[in-house]
Each structure stands twice: as structure tokens, then as C-alpha cells.
């Protein structure tokens, strides 16, 4: 019997593996502008981190972790989300000993318990950031902008940003009494799920699902009513100065998100498909005060963001047409003899900076070429006998669909030519009637035949 892969994981290959490489590329690309620089922490960490960085009292926490003993009896948690991962790397490494504030980016799996569905996976990936060490509200603006410029580099248009504040710390504390005061006289008639969470964190109990608790839920304390004076200044700065980037903001008071470390800002943005259903978060985020001191570090401020790669995945596959994986050269080698020093020319066209495969399975001219059309090759080689002979290749071009036969000696130039539209002397200016200038004054005082870098180019 066939194994299959285990329930809510998936693979990811073929055009899906360039689709996530694209977009992870883009969120990189982006963050390195903002300043950001790569940070890769582990899979593995101990369980306390989760319990005490993400929140012992947080669903992800307590129901959908993936939690284990090693061989030697420890505790471990396969990451549920990398937030608090980040923060344990910045104090294990003492990277908070320097300049201020600490800006990564990262990706990769994380892990949880959930009930598979579209969009939700019990290993998913994603990208994120985070800002630590700075409590300025720009860092909160810039977070922001940076998510939302990536989602519009790779296309996104109908994009929603809700945005909430927690308030501070104090304003939390207080906030958190009433809730205790107020559930503890109805908990008896709520679920199981919120008798723990008045336990752990009552603001969970805001997030239950249950239509009777949330008939209770409704005549709660209001998170607005404890909010200090100076962090609804702060928060209407940051709404303010968003509308200024053109952004449109959706104030929604509801938004709490489902992990413990939050305090400030809190934001998700949301899209709809083509047929204008709604999505769900793409990109979930916000500032958090206290996560670095709840794991025995110093008071540090922090924000980032988090987006989910499958989700944004299926919208950009839905956008996007798909695109045959390809290759720049395929090289047919027929005849016996021709099959070493074929082999040779493939290492040699790698080394050239091009993705080449060569026919390996031999069999007649057509069907090679067939072959090599299927594998979206954009130049097909053709090395047979007659070829080896006269130390020569015959390119075929499938773009434009021009061939020509040229020396092995000439072939770094004729593949540029090509592939890169250029005359290979590697200055990489546009190859138009025979030299590379493209600016006219240039051509002039180059004269015909040269290009501006000076290499000379037959007509
Ligand atoms: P989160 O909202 O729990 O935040 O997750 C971030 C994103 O991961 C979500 O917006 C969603 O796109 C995606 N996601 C979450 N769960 C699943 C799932 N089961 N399957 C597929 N995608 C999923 C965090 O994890 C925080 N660490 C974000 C953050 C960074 N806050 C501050 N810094």
C-alpha cells in the first residue's frame, strides 16, 4: 500500500515551487529595500517558548500545537508561527547589544493542528518580518507599507487593511480585570473552551465561536473604553499617516488577533478572487510591547507581520497564467559518437550561465525535438555527426525561429545573442545592426561596427 502524505500537508512542485519562489522573491526583494536582512531561525524550539511568547492562553497555543517528547524527555513544538522564534534568537544571540532597531525578514514552515481546508494547511508556509528595538510609530507605518507594497508589486489590487489598537500595557491590564469580573458571573453557562480562557487570557473569550457566548460576549467591557488618551493619539498618527500613502483603512474595533504578545497596532489585510469573494488574511500583524521581557529579555518593543504563501499562492495562480517550467538550451546530440563530447558541451554551456539539459534517451531527430520543445527549451542545439566534424553547433532559436550553424569557438557569443539580446561581449547593451550602442550620439562616436564598450562587431 502507497503512504500517502499526512493530512493537511501538501507538496509543493512544478510550476507551484516557481510560484512560491516568485513570491517569496518579491516579499524579499521589497523588505531589502526597507532594510530588512535575512534571519533564519529553527523548525524546533521548546515548548515554553510558545507558552510563553505566543501565548499560553492564544487557540494556537493550547489546541494546535504540535508538541512532543525527544528521547531525552524534552518538551519540544514543531514552531506554530516564527514571531516568537525571532524573539528568542534576538536574546540568545544578544543581538539587542548594537544599534537599534534589529530588522529581519524570514520564511518557512510553520505547524498547526487545524481543520484542513481551502487556504488553511497544518503545514504552511510563510513570509514575515520584524522590527525590533524601536518603539517609534513609523516603524508601525513602515511595517504596513511594506506589506501592502508587496502585495501590489505582485499584483494585488482589491486589497482591504483593517487596523485595530490594543492600547498599552496598562490599558490592557485593566481592560483584562473587567472581562475577568464580567465572564466570571456568566462562565458557568459558556463552553468549555472559554471556562479555560477566562483561565488563561478572557480576551480570548472575544474570539469564541459559540452562538450563545457570543450573545454573551456582546454586553462585555469595550476595549475602546480602556484605551489611554496617549495611545489613541498614537494609533489616529498611524491611521492618519497611512491615508496619507494613499492607503484606504478600515478601522475595525473587533480585530483582536488570536495570539497573546499584541499591544498597539494590530492590522490585517484582506483580498477577494476574481469573482469578489472574500479571502481571509493574506497578511496578519501588529506591534507588541512585552514579548522580549516575557522571555527574560530586556523591554523591547517590537513589529512585523506575517503572510501565508499558499494563500497568496492560489490568488496569484489565478491571476497569472501558467508558465511552462523552461530551459535556455536543450542539446540533441545524434550519433554514438557524438554522445561524450555532446555531454562536454552541456558542462560547457552551464559554465556559460545557462540552464542547459541534453537528450539522453536518444532515438530519432523529430521526436527529440518534440522533446525538447515540451521542456520550453528556448534554443534547441543540434550536434550530430557532420557538427562534431567541423567543430561546429546548429542553434535554432524557438523565439524568433531563426537557425544558424556556428563554430564551437563562437558559441558563447551566438547563445547571447539569443538568450540575453546581446552581442556577448559582455557589456550587455542591446545588439541592434551590428553593435551593441543603443544611444545615438554614442553610435556616432563609436562609429558603426563598434559598440559603445569599443569591441568590435561584424555588420
Ligand atoms: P498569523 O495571522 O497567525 O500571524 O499568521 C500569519 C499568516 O499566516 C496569516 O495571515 C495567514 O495568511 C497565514 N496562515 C495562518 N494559519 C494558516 C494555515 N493554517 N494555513 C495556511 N496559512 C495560514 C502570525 O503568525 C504572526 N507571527 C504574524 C506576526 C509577525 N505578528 C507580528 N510579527
Do not use: W
Not at 532597531?101 to 498547526?112: D, T
Request: overall charge negative.
Amino acid at each position: 500500500m502507497s503512504i500517502n502524505p499526512v493530512k493537511g500537508t501538501h507538496d509543493i512542485y512544478g510550476y507551484d515551487a516557481k510560484v512560491f519562489d516568485e513570491i517569496e522573491g518579491s516579499f524579499e526583494e521589497i523588505a531589502t529595500l526597507y532594510g530588512y536582512s535575512k534571519i533564519q531561525v529553527p523548525v524546533l524550539e521548546h515548548t515554553e517558548l510558545f507558552d510563553r511568547g505566543t501565548g499560553e492562553g492564544s487557540d494556537v497555543v493550547r489546541k494546535e500545537m504540535y508538541t512532543f517528547y525527544d528521547k531525552g524527555g524534552r518538551s519540544l513544538t514543531l514552531r506554530p508561527e516564527i514571531t516568537a522564534g525571532i524573539a528568542r534568537s534576538v536574546l540568545s544571540n544578544k543581538l539587542y547589544v548594537g544599534d537599534l532597531p534589529l530588522k529581519f525578514f524570514y520564511y518557512g514552515p510553520a505547524f498547526r493542528y487545524e481543520r484542513p481546508q481551502a487556504g488553511r494547511y497544518r503545514e504552511f508556509n510563510t513570509f514575515g518580518v520584524e522590527a525590533i528595538g524601536n518603539d517609534s510609530m513609523l516603524l508601525d507605518v513602515e511595517t504596513i507599507l511594506l506589506a501592502y507594497t508587496s502585495l501590489a508589486y505582485l499584483g494585488f489590487k482589491d486589497l482591504t487593511l483593517k487596523v485595530n489598537t490594543l492600547g498599552d500595557k496598562e490599558g490592557r491590564k485593566k481592560f483584562n480585570e473587567a472581562l475577568r469580573d464580567y465572564f466570571s458571573s456568566h462562565i458557568e453557562k459558556m463552553c468549555d473552551d472559554c471556562k479555560e480562557r477566562l483561565k488563561l487570557n478572557p480576551l480570548r473569550i472575544l474570539d469564541c465561536k459559540v452562538a450563545e457566548d457570543q450573545e454573551i460576549a456582546k454586553g462585555a467591557p469595550k476595549l475602546s473604553d480602556f484605551i489611554s488618551e496617549e495611545a489613541k493619539d498614537r494609533y489616529q498618527q498611524t491611521v492618519d499617516l497611512l491615508e496619507a500613502f494613499g492607503i484606504e483603512v478600515e478601522e475595525d474595533p473587533n480585530l483582536v488577533r488570536g495570539l497573546d504578545y499584541y499591544s498597539g497596532l494590530v492590522f490585517e489585510i484582506h483580498a477577494r478572487d476574481e469573482s469578489g469573494q472574500k479571502l481571509g488574511a493574506l497578511v496578519g500583524g501588529g506591534h507588541y510591547d512585552n514579548l522580549l521581557s516575557s522571555l527574560g529579555g530586556p523591554d523591547l518593543p517590537g513589529v512585523g507581520f506575517g503572510v501565508g504563501i499558499e494563500r497568496i499562492a492560489s490568488v496569484y495562480k489565478a491571476n497569472n497564467a501558467e508558465v511552462a517550467p523552461s530551459i535556455d538550451v536543450y542539446l540533441i546530440a545524434l550519433g554514438e559518437r557524438t554522445k561524450i563530447p555532446g555531454f562536454a558541451l552541456t558542462t560547457d554551456i552551464r559554465n556559460l550561465g545557462y540552464s542547459c539539459e541534453m537528450s539522453l534517451g536518444g532515438g530519432k531527430l523529430p521526436a527529440q525535438f518534440k522533446k525538447a520543445q515540451r521542456r520550453g527549451a528556448r534554443v534547441i542545439a543540434i550536434f550530430g555527426e557532420d557538427e562534431l566534424d567541423g567543430r561546429s553547433i546548429t542553434l535554432k532559436d524557438q523565439e524568433s525561429l531563426t537557425e544558424k550553424k556556428v563554430s564551437i569557438d563562437d558559441l558563447e557569443e551566438a547563445l547571447a545573442e539569443m538568450l540575453d539580446g546581446t552581442c556577448g561581449c559582455g557589456c550587455h547593451h542591446e545588439h541592434e545592426e551590428g553593435h551593441c550602442c543603443h544611444h545615438e550620439e554614442e553610435k556616432e562616436e563609436n562609429g558603426q561596427g563598434h559598440c559603445c564598450c569599443l569591441h568590435h562587431h561584424e555588420e
